[in-house]
Nanobody
Framework: QVRLVESGGGLVQAGGSLRLSCAAS????????MGWYRQGPGKQRDLIAT???????NYADSVKDRFTISRDNAKNTVYLQMNSLKPEDTGVYYC?????????WGQGTQVTVSS
């Protein structure tokens, strides 16, 4: 069973920075990517950033040039460095791990950006 544990959320002022971490454990087969999704208040869950095993990254237009996803393969951990945060970045951030068989989700971590 794959388990994802997130950390690093919190309250920050606009223009500030936060770093989220997601540690994966368990047996992981046929991994496609790990990534982060965001669900704002009253909104659907949207893809923010992904990274493959080889290090290829992809970002939503809304976070390009502000957020950086990275991973430590030895620790099975993925990070999301968030800079120049805006109030519209507020939401619950979910770590995700996608394989050929299914998607796994973390429990989510709240990020609140005050204006």
């Amino acid at each position: 069973q794959v388990r994802l544990v997130e950390s690093g959320g919190g309250l920050v002022q606009a223009g500030g920075s936060l770093r989220l971490s997601c540690a994966a454990s368990g047996s992981i087969f046929r991994l496609n990517y790990m990534g982060w999704y965001r669900q704002g208040p009253g909104k659907q869950r949207d893809l923010i950033a992904t990274i493959t095993s080889s290090g290829s990254t992809n970002y939503a237009d809304s976070v390009k040039d502000r957020f950086t996803i990275s991973r430590d393969n030895a620790k099975n951990t993925v990070y999301l460095q968030m800079n120049s945060l805006k109030p519209e970045d507020t939401g619950v951030y979910y770590c995700a791990l996608n394989t050929d068989f299914r998607m796994y989700w973390g429990q989510g971590t709240q990020v609140t950006v005050s204006s």
